[in-house]
Protein backbone atom coordinates (compact mmCIF):
# COMPACT_ATOMS: atom_id res chain seq x y z
CA UNK A 1 0.00 0.00 0.00
CA UNK A 2 1.50 3.48 -1.28
CA UNK A 3 -0.67 5.42 1.14
CA UNK A 4 1.04 5.92 4.25
CA UNK A 5 -1.44 7.94 6.28
CA UNK A 6 -4.11 5.08 5.56
CA UNK A 7 -2.05 2.55 7.16
CA UNK A 8 -1.18 4.70 9.86
CA UNK A 9 -4.96 5.37 10.91
CA UNK A 10 -5.98 2.02 10.20
CA UNK A 11 -3.36 0.58 12.49
CA UNK A 12 -4.50 3.52 14.92
CA UNK A 13 -7.90 1.71 14.61
CA UNK A 14 -6.51 -1.68 14.78
CA UNK A 15 -4.53 -1.30 17.99
CA UNK A 16 -7.24 0.33 19.84
CA UNK A 17 -10.12 -1.93 19.09
CA UNK A 18 -7.83 -5.28 19.47
CA UNK A 19 -6.38 -3.76 22.84
CA UNK A 20 -9.59 -2.89 24.46
CA UNK A 21 -11.09 -6.01 22.71
CA UNK A 22 -8.48 -8.73 24.21
CA UNK A 23 -8.89 -7.10 27.77
CA UNK A 24 -12.54 -6.91 28.09
CA UNK A 25 -13.21 -10.41 26.35
CA UNK A 26 -10.43 -12.21 28.23
CA UNK A 27 -9.92 -10.16 31.83
CA UNK A 28 -13.48 -8.68 32.25
CA UNK A 29 -13.50 -7.74 35.78
CA UNK A 30 -10.10 -6.48 35.51
CA UNK A 31 -11.19 -4.48 32.61
CA UNK A 32 -13.75 -2.95 34.63
CA UNK A 33 -11.79 -2.24 37.84
CA UNK A 34 -8.59 -0.99 35.69
CA UNK A 35 -9.24 0.62 32.12
CA UNK A 36 -7.84 2.74 31.40
CA UNK A 37 -4.89 1.42 33.39
CA UNK A 38 -2.23 3.76 35.46
CA UNK A 39 -4.34 4.04 38.54
CA UNK A 40 -7.56 5.24 36.46
CA UNK A 41 -10.87 3.47 36.58
CA UNK A 42 -13.58 4.70 34.13
CA UNK A 43 -15.73 1.80 33.43
CA UNK A 44 -16.61 0.90 37.48
CA UNK A 45 -17.28 4.77 37.86
CA UNK A 46 -19.94 3.72 35.61
CA UNK A 47 -22.53 1.40 37.40
CA UNK A 48 -22.00 -1.97 38.80
CA UNK A 49 -19.95 -5.27 37.00
CA UNK A 50 -21.73 -6.90 34.26
CA UNK A 51 -19.74 -9.74 33.55
CA UNK A 52 -21.90 -10.83 30.06
CA UNK A 53 -21.92 -6.93 29.21
CA UNK A 54 -18.05 -6.19 29.28
CA UNK A 55 -17.16 -9.39 27.65
CA UNK A 56 -19.71 -8.79 24.66
CA UNK A 57 -17.92 -5.34 24.42
CA UNK A 58 -14.54 -6.81 24.40
CA UNK A 59 -16.18 -9.60 21.39
CA UNK A 60 -17.62 -6.53 19.80
CA UNK A 61 -14.60 -4.63 19.41
CA UNK A 62 -12.81 -8.09 18.22
CA UNK A 63 -15.04 -8.09 15.51
CA UNK A 64 -14.05 -4.34 14.39
CA UNK A 65 -10.43 -5.02 14.50
CA UNK A 66 -10.96 -8.38 12.34
CA UNK A 67 -12.31 -5.68 9.72
CA UNK A 68 -10.20 -2.90 10.32
CA UNK A 69 -7.41 -5.67 9.57
CA UNK A 70 -9.05 -7.18 6.40
CA UNK A 71 -8.76 -2.76 5.30
CA UNK A 72 -5.18 -2.72 6.34
CA UNK A 73 -4.49 -5.98 4.11
CA UNK A 74 -6.52 -5.73 1.31
CA UNK A 75 -6.71 -1.68 1.49
CA UNK A 76 -9.13 -1.12 -1.42
CA UNK A 77 -11.27 2.19 -0.92
CA UNK A 78 -14.72 0.17 0.17
CA UNK A 79 -12.73 -1.82 2.99
CA UNK A 80 -11.40 1.18 4.34
CA UNK A 81 -14.98 3.39 3.84
CA UNK A 82 -16.33 0.47 5.70
CA UNK A 83 -13.84 0.03 8.65
CA UNK A 84 -13.72 3.59 8.92
CA UNK A 85 -17.61 3.68 8.93
CA UNK A 86 -18.28 0.78 11.28
CA UNK A 87 -15.67 2.02 13.60
CA UNK A 88 -17.14 5.75 13.37
CA UNK A 89 -20.56 4.09 14.31
CA UNK A 90 -19.42 2.42 17.24
CA UNK A 91 -17.15 5.44 18.21
CA UNK A 92 -19.54 8.30 17.72
CA UNK A 93 -22.28 7.17 20.15
CA UNK A 94 -19.89 6.08 22.63
CA UNK A 95 -18.20 9.32 22.35
CA UNK A 96 -21.59 11.56 22.96
CA UNK A 97 -22.49 9.24 26.20
CA UNK A 98 -19.17 9.72 28.01
CA UNK A 99 -19.55 13.71 27.22
CA UNK A 100 -22.70 13.88 28.84
CA UNK A 101 -21.87 11.92 31.69
CA UNK A 102 -18.16 14.08 32.58
CA UNK A 103 -19.87 14.14 36.28
CA UNK A 104 -18.36 10.71 37.27
CA UNK A 105 -14.70 11.72 36.95
CA UNK A 106 -12.23 13.94 38.11
CA UNK A 107 -10.74 17.34 36.33
CA UNK A 108 -7.76 15.13 34.70
CA UNK A 109 -9.93 12.28 33.95
CA UNK A 110 -12.74 14.28 32.35
CA UNK A 111 -9.92 15.75 30.36
CA UNK A 112 -7.74 12.06 29.15
CA UNK A 113 -11.26 10.34 28.63
CA UNK A 114 -12.63 13.09 26.54
CA UNK A 115 -9.26 13.50 24.24
CA UNK A 116 -8.96 10.08 24.10
CA UNK A 117 -12.50 9.61 22.83
CA UNK A 118 -12.76 12.56 20.84
CA UNK A 119 -9.11 10.08 18.95
CA UNK A 120 -11.23 7.79 18.41
CA UNK A 121 -14.07 9.84 16.36
CA UNK A 122 -11.20 11.92 14.92
CA UNK A 123 -9.27 8.70 13.03
CA UNK A 124 -12.17 7.31 11.27
CA UNK A 125 -13.64 10.83 10.11
CA UNK A 126 -9.98 11.39 8.96
CA UNK A 127 -9.88 7.92 6.87
CA UNK A 128 -13.72 8.57 5.37
CA UNK A 129 -12.42 12.18 4.31
CA UNK A 130 -9.24 10.88 2.51
CA UNK A 131 -10.74 7.48 0.81
CA UNK A 132 -13.53 10.35 -0.18
CA UNK A 133 -10.90 12.05 -2.54
CA UNK A 134 -8.86 9.20 -3.79
CA UNK A 135 -9.78 7.54 -7.09
CA UNK A 136 -11.04 4.31 -6.66
CA UNK A 137 -8.32 2.00 -7.12
CA UNK A 138 -5.44 4.30 -5.46
CA UNK A 139 -4.90 2.69 -2.08
CA UNK A 140 -4.64 -0.59 -3.67
CA UNK A 141 -2.36 0.20 -6.62
CA UNK A 142 0.35 -2.25 -6.80
CA UNK A 143 -1.90 -5.24 -5.43
CA UNK A 144 -2.84 -8.16 -8.13
CA UNK A 145 -6.85 -8.22 -7.39
CA UNK A 146 -8.55 -11.69 -6.99
Known sequence: MRDTATRVLLAIL????????LWAALAPHSFYDDFPGAGRHWVSADGPFNEHLVRDVGVLNLALAAVVLAALVRP???L???AAGAALIYAAPHFLYHLFHLDLYEASDKVLQ??????TVA?????L??????P????AQGR???
Open 129 to 134: VRTWRQ
Open 136 to 139: VDSL
Open 80 to 82: VQV
Open 76 to 78: SRY
Open 114 to 119: TASLAV
Open 14 to 21: LVDSALVG
Open 144 to 146: ARP
Open 123 to 127: VPVAL
